[in-house]
T-cell receptor, first 111, second 112 residues
Framework: GESVGLHLPTLSVQEGDNSIINCAYSNSASDYFIWYKQESGKGPQFIIDIRSNMDKRQGQRVTVLLNKTVKHLSLQIAATQPGDSAVYFCAESSNDYKLSFGAGTTVTVRA | SQTIHQWPATLVQPVGSPLSLECTVEGTSNPNLYWYRQAAGRGLQLLFYSVGIGQISSEVPQNLSASRPQDRQFILSSKKLLLSDSGFYLC???????????FGEGSRLTVL
């Protein structure tokens, strides 16, 4: 089946710096993408989403970029804070209600 | 507002014992419901989803089954647990596409 994956399993970032988390997907029919944050022992929480008719979307301190040509998705976190330490998942869907998740990137914020 | 409840939060069961995890959603009607499993340090694997009462779709062959006896209730079951059934089980719901899935807090199952 199609897969969604992340380029790096871990990311260490200095507090106050910007973070970039990358994700590759293989299903060219995917039309909806979403980023989740998961803290230890908890369910994933929505961060931001983007539809395939867009290439950029901004939220509070976060930006998602979508490059459909190379099937690449990224999440940028501005001014990373200790509370941003978590596992981040990208997920994709292709015109249905099922989300396929990548393996996740663990972000650690250094004080 | 909508809420999702999932229980029990933790469960330790012997191999061969039965399993029942429950999930209920409040504040919405006719949601799509999902069961995901997350192995330690891994991503989320979709196990089952349901678009209505009594309608269950299975994504992967396994030792588990799901049922939806009521509109906002989703149950994950097994007759005989295997060691490989250990993991973090997450229930989720959604009402529109495209749109996010709202996850519960999860149930951690350890099979010994």
């Amino acid at each position: 089946g199609e897969s969604v994956g992340l380029h790096l399993p871990t990311l260490s970032v200095q507090e106050g710096d910007n973070s970039i988390i990358n994700c590759a997907y293989s299903n060219s029919a995917s039309d909806y993408f979403i980023w989740y944050k998961q803290e230890s022992g908890k369910g994933p929480q929505f961060i931001i989403d983007i539809r395939s008719n867009m290439d950029k979307r901004q939220g509070q301190r976060v930006t998602v970029l979508l490059n459909k040509t190379v099937k690449h998705l990224s999440l940028q976190i501005a001014a990373t804070q200790p509370g941003d330490s978590a596992v981040y998942f990208c997920a994709e869907s292709s015109n249905d209600y099922k989300l396929s998740f990548g393996a996740g990137t663990t972000v650690t914020v250094r004080a | 507002s909508q809420t999702i409840h999932q229980w029990p939060a933790t469960l330790v069961q012997p191999v061969g014992s039965p399993l029942s995890l429950e999930c209920t959603v409040e504040g919405t009607s006719n949601p799509n419901l999902y069961w995901y499993r997350q192995a330690a340090g891994r991503g989320l694997q979709l196990l089952f989803y349901s678009v209505g009462i009594g309608q269950i779709s299975s994504e992967v062959p396994q030792n588990l089954s799901a049922s939806r006896p009521q509109d906002r209730q989703f149950i994950l079951s097994s007759k005989k647990l295997l060691l490989s059934d250990s993991g973090f089980y997450l229930c989720a719901w959604a009402t529109s596409y495209p749109g996010e899935l709202f996850f519960g807090e999860g149930s951690r199952l350890t099979v010994l």
